[in-house]
Structure formats: structure tokens, C-alpha cells
């Protein structure tokens, strides 16, 4: 007899507290990024659009201000969800990108925080150009099965993979900065490894009220000038270790070994040092250390 899982029942049991509702939305980003890892196309750019719900908001002082966030909307041009991406989706703890620090459950922790997600994928096939569209919930898992048609002139087709994380339930929702630049800066501080060994593709985030921010942008104007670096040799290799203090996006202290211009190893540094198991408070509020370690790939891996 197969083994069947019950969606709803893990996707309970996962935990994700209040303080983390972005997460979800920050796997869908990081999937992106390592999409375009994995392809040879040269303008590689994600565009995340934040929808808000209708309408303005009175706050305590009877001030209008902006609604929250309710459908987020992450679309990339790297390989989609070709056959093999499509059955690692449907596999539970799937070791696909295990290489890449991966888990296999980011797609349930999108469950957690929305009600849905829509997926719909135009991808390169072995003899042409296909479209997959499809649905994912707690009650149904993924439908429609039969989700794929054959792009019959493919002459003119732009590759483009659009996940749609819809319906933040409230506790989550609510939880969530109004600010869009806020946002902006959570998405680079949870994805700083890509952006500090430069191998970030082109990130836009907009939402609904038409504000924009050019992520790419923000992190060399905002963030950049904040890694305090050293630089060290051991046995004729030089090394570089940027440090960084990470309000948001980050659970943990941690050295990220990178080299070739991407992350090879993540070291949780409270299982060398017992003192870093907690935040460390400063006077600008509490923190963890980040730490990216440069040097050649056969030095980590």
C-alpha cells in the first residue's frame, strides 16, 4: 500500500510563530534566487508584488493610513516547474536541493501563513515549451493532476514562473509591518548571503499602492557600507569574514561559509559557542551576528 500524507495535519503541526509571518513569503524568494542558480539565462530578475487589502485603515489616532498586506505574488524567469522541479513539489522532505541547505518543506510553511497558492509555470521542456498551472491547499493538496499543456508555437515564449501566496490569515496579517520599505528590508536581510557574495539577481518589490523599491539598489545604498570586514590568511589561502547585526530575518547566530560567489555551508554558532543561543542586546535593541566567510569552494565544501 502507498504511503499517503495528510497535508492539513503536518501543515498544523509545523511551527511558525506570529513573529515570523514573513517567512513564508521569504521561501518563495529564496526559491526564486535559486531557480536562476540553476539557469543560463543572462537577465535574471524576480518581481514580488505585495497586495494590500482594499482600502485604508483609521489607526488608534483616527489617522488614515495604509492597509495591511493580504496576496503576495513572486515571479522569476529561471527554470520553472519543469518535470523534475514539479515531482520534487509533490514529495514531502524531498532532497532535490538538499545541496543547497533545502529542507523540502518551505511549500507547507506557505499553508501556514495563506490560505492557498496559485502556481502557474511556463518552462522549457525536452521538445518544447509547456504551461503548468495548478492550485495548493490545506483540504485538496494540488489540483487540478492533470496540469499541463503543450505550448504549440513556442517561437516567441518568455520562460516566467508567477507563485501567488493568497489570503494571510489574520493572526499572521496582522503581525506584519504597514511599510513597504520595511518589507524591502527584511527580504534583504533574510537573503543577505546571495546579496554579499554578489550573486543576487535583479529583485523589485511594488505593491498595490504603487510604491516601488529596487532591492538590489537598497542593499548597496543601505547595507553594504554595514559589513565591517577582516581579512586573514591560513596556510597561503586568504580569507575574507564580513559581520553583520541582523535585527530581522534571522533566527539565529550564524557563520555562512561562500565561496564561487555563493553560500556553500551555514554553521549555527551557538553549537560552538554555548553563549550565542539567545539575541544579544545592544543599544539600538537586540540582535544576531551573521557572519559570511569567503575563501575557495574546496576549503567548505
Not at 521561501?27 to 518581481?47: F, G, R
Not at 522541479?85 to 501563513?113: Q, T
Not at 495548493?136 to 507563485?163: S, Y
Request: glycine share 6%; hydrophobic share 35%; with cysteine.
Amino acid at each position: 500500500m502507498k504511503l499517503t500524507m495528510n497535508i492539513a495535519g503536518h501543515v498544523d503541526r509545523l511551527p511558525l510563530g506570529e513573529g515570523k509571518a514573513l517567512w513564508p513569503v521569504f521561501e518563495a524568494v529564496v526559491n526564486s534566487i535559486q531557480s536562476l542558480e540553476d539557469t543560463q539565462v543572462e537577465d535574471k530578475h524576480i518581481e514580488i508584488y505585495a497586495e494590500r487589502l482594499e482600502g485604508k485603515q483609521i489607526n488608534i489616532t483616527g489617522a488614515e493610513e495604509q492597509s495591511h498586506f493580504t496576496n503576495f505574488y513572486i515571479s522569476d524567469n529561471g527554470n520553472g516547474f519543469t518535470d523534475e522541479n514539479y515531482r520534487s513539489f509533490l514529495e514531502a522532505y524531498s532532497k532535490l536541493k538538499v545541496a543547497k541547505g533545502c529542507k523540502g518543506i518551505g511549500r507547507f510553511l506557505w499553508l501556514k501563513a495563506f490560505e492557498k497558492v496559485e502556481i502557474e509555470s511556463i518552462y522549457k521542456g525536452a521538445d518544447g515549451s509547456f504551461k503548468r498551472v495548478f492550485s495548493f491547499d490545506k483540504e485538496n493538496g494540488v489540483e487540478p493532476e492533470d496540469n499541463t499543456e503543450k505550448i504549440t508555437d513556442d517561437a516567441d515564449v518568455k520562460i516566467k514562473t508567477t507563485v501567488s501566496l493568497k489570503g494571510m490569515k489574520a493572526n499572521y496579517r496582522d503581525s506584519v509591518s504597514l511599510s513597504l520599505e520595511s518589507l524591502a528590508r527584511k527580504i534583504i536581510e533574510h537573503c543577505l548571503p546571495y546579496f554579499v557574495v554578489n550573486q543576487c539577481p535583479s529583485i523589485v518589490l511594488t505593491d498595490s499602492d504603487g510604491d516601488k523599491f529596487d532591492l538590489n539598489n537598497m542593499y548597496n545604498e543601505n547595507f553594504s557600507d554595514r559589513l565591517n570586514q577582516d581579512t586573514f590568511n591560513i596556510k597561503d589561502q586568504s580569507f575574507r569574514l564580513y559581520h553583520m547585526m541582523v535585527a530581522e530575518g534571522a533566527d539565529k547566530h550564524e557563520l555562512h561559509l561562500c565561496a564561487n560567489n555563493r553560500e556553500v555551508k551555514p554553521v549555527e554558532l551557538k553549537k560552538r559557542i554555548p553563549d550565542l543561543a539567545k539575541r544579544i542586546n545592544g543599544e539600538e535593541g537586540s540582535f544576531y551576528y551573521v557572519g559570511y566567510l569567503t575563501g575557495m569552494l574546496g576549503m567548505f565544501s
